[in-house]
């Protein structure tokens, strides 16, 4: 079955790195419909048809969420790129240079 979400040849790849194209695409997709339903939702005269949007938006929060965790528990220099970044206080760019600083080390080994 043919796919445009590989780069290399699929029968080259690892499992656990299909797994991981897979699962990259996956969060692209959620991400994607995230952002559908919040345009929609910003336009939505009614009522009750913005509340299902809203609704089916929480869905895909969900998912991306559970894509996003399964990536980081299964990639360690993503887990720590993450853990350096996100729900810090302080200037994201700066939290972004130290931590690819700390990936780096991770990648050196």
Known sequence: MPTDQYHEPPDELSPEVRTFARMVASLQEEAEAIGWYEQRISVEPDDQARAIMENAQQEEFKHFAMSLEFLTRNNEKWRVALKNVL???????????????????????
Do not use: C, R, T
Not at 91 to 105: C, N, P, T
């Open 87 to 109: 729900f810090k206080k302080g200037d994201i760019v700066e939290l972004g240079e130290q931590a690819e600083e700390k990936v780096d080390e991770v990648a050196e080994g």
